[in-house]
């Protein structure tokens, strides 16, 4: 069976998407998948700087720089952000396929990154919720509605626990079950190494993630 991948019925209909992507031979269009993919992580990462979302420290050094200067550092910063997209489209990409592959005795790589592939596209989606949620509400990513970071802050003022737990939303969840289901057709592993894997990776990159986002609060204001 070498039908072409169809990313976006992995998020519409994931039972069949899945049964098909098992019974392939060759992931057809794999290398225009993951180019793609990789395309459009840069551009939401790229849109979302475009709106001064995340810019907040440059902006407290607006009336110490000169216009050039200013103007330099904002074209780092929107820079920096696209090589972060690719960054992160690269690792939900291969990063986390390459952890689940070392379980996956049936799997082939390239599937696992297919499904990793559907997992990335709802990851981009909740980066493009905060968009309206900084312009309209003015909220910070870790304090959207959907994610257990509001709850948070009300129970601690831990900068890093509030990133944290930020970070685990209504996204992750839907993530969680694209994985599952994504792996557990492409394996014979009992249900609790799968669960088992699947949280460590996800924890470790959100372990990451508050980090990374704690020591740049941290370095910067």
């Known amino acids: 069976m070498n039908k072409e991948v169809r990313l976006f019925r992995g998020l519409t209909n994931p039972t069949f998407f899945f049964y098909q992507l098992k019974d392939m031979e060759i992931v057809t269009g ?28 440059l902006s407290k050094e607006i009336t110490t720089l000169s216009p050039f200067t200013y103007e330099l550092e904002k074209f780092l910063f929107f820079l920096g952000r696209l090589l972060g997209g690719l960054l992160y489209g690269a690792i939900v990409l ?18 696992l990154v297919m499904i990793q592939g559907v997992v990335l596209i709802v990851l981009l989606l909740e980066q493009i919720t905060y968009i309206p949620l900084s312009l309209f509400f003015s909220l910070e990513w870790y304090s959207s509605p959907l994610s257990l970071g509001v709850i948070t802050q009300y ?23 694209i994985q599952y289901k994504g792996i557990k057709r ?9 669960w088992l894997v699947i949280l460590l990776t996800n924890v470790f990159i959100w372990a990451l993630n508050a980090l990374l ?7 910067l204001i």
Request: hydrophobic letters at 50%.
């Open 186 to 194: 492409l394996t014979s592993q009992k249900n609790w190494i799968i």
């Open 30 to 57: 794999y290398r225009k998948e993951v180019f793609s993919l990789l395309l459009l992580s840069i551009f939401v990462f790229g849109l979302i700087s475009s709106f001064g979302i995340g810019m907040d420290p």
């Open 155 to 177: 129970a601690t003022s831990n900068t890093y626990i509030i990133y944290l737990m930020g970070s685990f939303s209504l996204f992750k969840a839907w993530v969680f079950f």
């Open 213 to 219: 986002a704690y020591l740049s609060i941290s370095t």
């Open 94 to 111: 291969f990063f986390c396929s390459l952890i689940f592959w070392t379980i996956s005795n049936e799997g082939a790589f390239r599937k």
